[in-house]
């Protein structure tokens, strides 16, 4: 997530606006449309075949995220062309969930007349599922993979294929004020009666918050399910939220609310809302995306700009610090003409001139000799030690704490059974264990349909 203009974390999907970074969030969508080639409509020949141009004549179209910050990498697929001969045609550019939605329904409607698209890590299984993408392994090789993360780069591999290439990531961690919070929460168990500690009704101050509604509450509680020991599904996709581990993880959540811990309209927060709240120095602590920094130390937008610090998330009672996270790429599809050329196009966008690029925006990129040659020493030369924290601690937790949600197409149909009972759990109109057995048996009747059991 970048930390130019920013977008609520469903906007790292929903991306096309707001307030720096926006949330992640609700801003106004990208546009959307699609174009066609003007050379077809005007009847005219391709030039001449080039010599030494691996694609002269080709013709890449594209379905592509857009809106802000995402469409600055797109302004490198000139010096692509050039090299290679080809032309790139954009058949789709919108927002992250716009562009979501034509890929599945194009997928189902068997419709897709482009061969590079956008994808997600928390996306790309549902596109798996439906038969539209095409395995990438045969186009990369292990030395061009070498340079990726691994953590990340495994996060768009499934059913031992890979099939997103990635180009951006975003992982959260602690934010606190340095004036209330002198050592950072260790365990969820310590951040639960720091932020109650903290919290000050006279000032208007919350110990802390959390996005309360859709993918935003449902990630937010996996992670600390998984640090907390436990899982989402077994190994045989049989939901296992409601274990003890979820029920602690749901009352944590229930009790700080329930405290006065955090904000009373905290169940309409997204990703926006609580970056706002933040800026506005009403909370002590909470966990955030690093797309954010750039708002947050503004002093003209945010009142906390030079008063706090970053801390990795915490461990819960399985020793695991948490590590929500996902990543934005490129894939190429099923009904790809000409699957070489798309390959080189996505490695072209994924190049390290591509990292350093969308680096200087604000993104955390994928590339490790980006971070070791480019970024970190750019923040180290900046004069504010925080600058250079701060992109180590991602760095680490893109290492050792990057985890995406289940690699299925059922997330997000998952999540929204188990976000309103977990906003019914905070409030206290249910019991956590009796609402997490309710959650459960309809995840469970979901994953039937979906055929994973036999």
């Known amino acids: 997530m970048s930390e130019h203009k920013r977008y609520t974390r469903r906007d790292f999907l929903k991306a096309a606006c707001g ?12 546009s959307v449309g699609q174009s066609t080639s003007p050379t077809a409509e005007r009847g005219q020949t391709q030039a001449p075949a080039v010599v030494g141009k691996p694609f ?22 000139p010096e692509w062309e050039e090299e290679t001969g080809a032309k790139v045609e954009f058949a789709f550019r919108g927002n992250g969930f716009e562009t979501d939605k034509r890929l599945v329904q194009d997928f189902a409607a068997g419709t897709v007349d482009y061969d590079v698209c956008w994808d997600h890590s928390s996306f790309f299984s549902q596109y798996v599922k439906a038969g539209g993408l095409e395995p990438l392994d045969k186009y990369f090789s292990e030395e061009e993979l070498s340079d990726f993360i691994p953590r990340i780069l495994d996060a768009g ?8 290439m990635p180009r951006h990531y975003d992982i959260s961690c602690i934010h606190y004020l340095t004036d209330l919070v002198d050592t950072p929460p260790a365990t969820w168990d310590e951040f639960k009666r720091m932020a109650i500690d903290i919290t000050d009704p006279s000032k208007g101050l919350y110990g802390t918050q959390f996005a309360g509604k859709e993918e935003a509450l449902t990630g ?48 309409n927060f997204l990703w926006e809302d609580v970056a706002k709240n933040w800026a506005n120095g009403i909370i ?32 819960g009672d399985g020793g695991i610090h948490s590590g929500w996270a996902g990543h934005h790429g490129f894939s190429i599809t099923k009904a790809a003409k000409n699957k070489e050329a798309a390959a080189s196009l996505i490695k072209h966008l994924t190049s390290v001139k591509a990292n350093e690029l969308e680096a200087s925006l604000g993104f955390t990129v994928v590339r490790q000799s980006v971070w070791d040659n480019f970024m970190i020493p750019k923040a180290a030369a900046s004069g504010n030690p925080l600058d250079k924290k701060r992109l180590e ?31 019914q759990i905070i409030l206290g109109d249910l ?24």
Not at 56 to 77: C, F, P, Q, W
Not at 393 to 421: F, K
Request: glycine residues 10%.
């Open 220 to 267: 937010r509680f996996y992670e600390v399910l998984v640090a907390e020991g436990g899982s989402l599904f077994n190994d045989k996709w049989e939901p296992t939220f409601n274990s003890a581990a979820g029920v602690k993880a749901a009352t944590m959540f229930a009790e700080l609310y329930e405290a006065g811990a955090m904000p009373p309209g905290m169940t």
């Open 393 to 423: 601690l991602a760095l680490l937790q893109a290492q050792e704490d990057y985890r995406t949600p289940p690699l299925i197409a059922e997330w997000v149909p998952m999540s929204n059974i188990v976000y309103p009972i977990l906003q």
């Open 56 to 77: 002269n004549g080709v013709t890449v179209r594209m379905h592509a995220i857009s809106g802000a910050n995402y469409d600055e990498l797109y302004k490198l697929i």
């Open 157 to 164: 591999r499934k059913d031992g294929q890979l099939w997103v």
């Open 284 to 315: 002590g602590m909470y966990t955030e995306w690093y797309g954010w920094y750039g708002f947050f130390q503004d002093p003209q937008n945010s009142k906390v700009a030079g008063k706090f610090n970053l801390a990795r998330q915490p461990k």
């Open 431 to 454: 019991d956590p264990q009796k609402g997490l057995d309710t959650a459960a048996e309809q995840v469970r009747r979901l994953m039937a349909e979906g055929g994973y059991y036999s």
């Open 19 to 30: 307030t720096a970074v926006a949330s992640f969030l609700t801003a106004a969508c990208g």
